[in-house]
Each structure stands twice: as C-alpha cells, then as structure tokens.
C-alpha cells in the first residue's frame, strides 16, 4: 500500500479523534448545565423543607449503616466514632470486620469495650463464615461482626443480614460523615415511595481537622495529587452524577457513600462478591432488574449529605484505585452488556450505558492514541497547524471550563471552602490538571484495561493515614 494510502488513514483517524474529544466534552458541558438547574432547584427545596425538625421525630426510617473493614487500624475508631455520633433518630452502626491482619479488630473492641455475644444471624443472603458477634451495653446501637475474609461485597451481605432496619447505607471505614448526613439521605425514600437506592457526595478529607470523629477545621490538602482529586470530585458529583439524576438514568452511586432498601438489596441477592467494582454492579443490575419487569423505581442522588473520604496521596495508591476503579467498571458493564443501545431500558440502554462503554471504558485507550497520533503526525507533516491548534486548544479549554464551573458550582451552592485563598487554589488547580494529571490517570486506568482478566477479582492496596486530630 502507498503513502497516500496511510496518510488518509491517519488523517481520518485524526478526525475521528477531535469529534470523540468534542463529543465527550459536549456531554460534560449539557450535564453542567442540567446539574446547575438541579442544584438550584434543590437547594430552593431545601432552604424550604425544615428538614432539621425531622431528627427528633420517632417516625423517621431506620437506618443500619454498614461499614466493612479490612485493615483499616488507623482511621476504623475516629469513624465509629463519627458514625455514633450523628443526627438521627433512630439508627444502628454494623462494623463488619473482613478478617483483618492488623489490630483493626482489637482497637475497636477496646475503643468501646465490646463483649461477645451469642445470637442467631439470619442468611438472607450467603457469605463466608461469621466467627462471632461484639455488642456493649453501653452502646445499644453498636455491633460488630467478625468474619473470615471474603472481600468487601461480602463483608456488606454479611452487615445485610444481620442488620435491624428496612433501609441501610454504607459507608468505607476510611471516611466520615457530616452529623445531619443520614437525614439528608433518607429523604428521597419519604419523598417518593418509589426511590429504592440513593447516592451522596463524597469530597476530600485531606488537610481538614478532626475532632471526636468529626470535621473541625475544614482546609484543602497541601498534597498536590490530593488537590486535584478535590477538583476532580467536585466535577465528577455536582456536575456528573447530578446531570445523570437530573435525566432520570443514574448508573453508579459510590461505595463510599449509598442507601439503598434492604428487602430489594436482598430481593436482588446482595453485592456480587466476585467483583472488585460491587458499588456499580448493584446499581446497574437494579436497573437491568427493574426495568426488565417493567417496575417503577427511582434511583437518586443528593448533593449534600456529605461523606468525607482520605484521598491517595502517593502515585502508586492512586495507580492502584483507578485501576481497580476501571476494572470496576468494565466488570460490571460486561455483565450486563444486553442493556447496550436497547430500546427496552429507556434512557438507561439508549443513553447511559452506550456513554459508558465509549466515553468511560473505552476512552483511556481511545484518549491514549489521540496524544500519540495527532503530534506525531504534526510532527511527520500529515497535519497542518491549524488543525493540531485547534485539537489542542479545544481538548484543553474544553477541560478547565468544566473544572471551573463544577467549582462555581460548588461556591454558589454549599460553599465549603469560602475564602479568596481557598477559591484561587482550587481554580489554579482546576486549570494545571488538564496538563499532566489527567494523562497520568489516564494512563492508569488504561493499565486496568490491560490487566482486567488479571486482576478482576483483586483489590489493590492503597496507604491509609490517621485522621488529623485536633
């Protein structure tokens, strides 16, 4: 084959690349928007709504909140104490211990002189083997259960089946929740009989004070790669999962923060324990479930009921959890790839699941050859300038607008971090990670694209930190 031959080849393929890089980000842009009107429309509710009177009434929704543990000594005791200490009514803490090696097990015993007890466990769903069961009588709403290992999707069935109440949540060990939280999050179910799972937001911990479990002194990490995932959370929640609400097709709700209805976790049989991604499996087979039996149901996310969580600051942390996030991902869209482009599932086959395979799974890669191939053929004169200008120009602008307005999003709704300081930092890293840090995780989600049929079933390990207490 000649050159003309290859050239044409590259050429469309350089095509090809700026409408995927201008289609991915017109997405982002329209979610921005829907998100901005949502959030509007949300916090006029809530300015409204006198939700506060709510946590002293007998006839709220019990909640069990769910918190697996595997190797988690440095930050288990500062989040019960966080868990026991919140706004609610009515509500018990299930600490499932997934067979640590640590002193995460002894610590909690000690921190809240814990005894064993004996009690039958009802397998509403089937795990590996609970060894035994800790109680206090001094703290009614506190259980903790040690199990062998089995993962983490394990470790919540197991929370599932011995939990009291009709609707749980779960929450990662190394995170804290804000007081009025599980008020916040029950509200969709008493709002609308047919909500069956809801989402919250989860923001960086790093930097911020903790006193008795909970955030005293709210500050931005000092950690470059933290700064970025502030920015990079704030536009992945308050404009990506409130664009996905907004149009009714919300497809993934964070393991680090979710509620969902008990009997239709366990009607669904539980987490799948055979996936490192269960967060977004769940979500999904709900979906592919619901709508199969054309049942009603609504799946939603609420901007604030805060979950803070310790980002990796290390590369080789942040290596381990995109891979394991992508791996996640792929796992749980190839288990349920009938749901592609089928008209049966609305918005959630036409829409939601087709922008996951080509813009979520597939963009690493697709991302990849586009910083290859377009200056490469810049370079081997198959471009004109013009072009190469306005593919980088478009893809990075595209970026940092965004960036920007997920952070003005931020400061003109809950305003977290309110001082000029604060502001300049998150815009000034709004914009530099469109130049280094977005093609690192890329490339670190590509690798988990690569070592998918490898490392599927496999977790990772990612550095945890004490809280830092006032």
């Known amino acids: 084959m000649n050159n003309a031959f ?7 393929f350089n095509y090809f690349i700026l409408f995927y890089v201008l289609c991915v980000n017109t997405v982002y842009f329209i979610q921005l928007i829907l998100s901005s009107f949502s959030l509007y429309d949300y916090i006029k509710k809530m300015s409204y709504s006198g939700y506060r009177k709510y946590t002293e009434s007998e006839n709220m929704i019990p909640i069990s909140v769910l918190v697996p543990a595997y190797n988690e000594q440095e930050t288990i005791v500062d989040n019960i104490k966080s868990l026991l200490s919140l706004n609610y009514p009515s509500f018990e803490v299930v600490v499932i211990n997934d067979g640590s090696k640590d002193e995460t097990m002894s610590r909690i015993i000690k921190s809240f002189n814990l005894n064993r ?127 996905w609400d907004a149009m009714n097709a919300l497809l993934i709700i964070s393991g680090a923060f979710g509620a969902f209805r008990k009997d239709v976790a366990v009607r669904l049989g539980g987490y799948a324990p055979n996936t490192i991604g269960e967060d977004m499996e769940l979500i999904v087979r709900l979906h592919h ?36 996030w992508q791996i996640g991902l792929m796992d749980s869209l190839f288990r349920h790839k009938s749901l592609l482009f089928n008209p049966r599932y ?20 697709i991302e990849l050859i586009g910083y290859i191939f377009v200056p490469l053929s810049f370079v081997l004169g198959l471009l004109n300038t013009k072009y190469f200008l306005l593919f980088l120009v478009s893809s990075t602008l595209y970026g940092i607008l965004l960036s920007l307005g997920a952070i003005l999003l931020e400061e003109y709704t809950f305003n977290k971090y309110p001082s000029i300081k604060q502001l300049a930092k998150l815009t000034l890293y709004g914009i530099i990670e469109n130049f280094g840090y977005r093609q690192i995780t890329t490339l670190f989600r590509l690798q988990g694209m690569l070592q998918f049929h490898k490392l599927k079933h496999t977790w990772g390990k990612i550095e945890r930190k004490k809280f830092r207490l006032f």
């Open 289 to 324: 479930v619901f709508k199969k039996n054309g049942q009603k149901y609504r799946v939603k996310f609420i901007p604030d009921p805060v979950c803070w969580t310790q980002a990796p600051e290390k590369l080789k942390d942040l290596r381990s959890q995109r891979k394991r």
């Open 117 to 243: 007890v004996y009690q039958p466990i009802r397998t509403l769903i089937k795990t590996k083997e609970v060894s035994a069961v800790y109680k206090s009588i001094h703290l009614s709403n506190l259980v903790l259960i040690d199990k062998a290992n089995g993962g983490k999707a394990d470790a919540l069935n197991a929370g599932i089946n011995i939990s009291r109440y009709p609707v749980f949540t779960s929450i990662d060990a190394d995170s804290i929740l804000e007081s009025d939280s599980l008020i916040r999050v029950i509200m969709p179910f008493i709002e609308d009989k047919l909500t069956v799972a809801v989402g919250g937001i989860v923001r960086i911990a790093n930097g911020s004070t903790i006193k008795n479990g909970k955030i005293e002194s709210l500050n931005l990490p000092n950690n470059h790669l933290a700064m970025f995932q502030v920015v990079e959370y704030l536009r992945a929640f308050l404009s990506g999962r409130m664009g």
């Open 6 to 12: 290859w050239r044409e080849v590259i050429l469309k």
């Open 346 to 365: 609305g918005l959630i086959g036409l829409l939601a699941t087709p922008y996951f395979w080509l813009f979520e799974m597939l963009g690493p890669l």
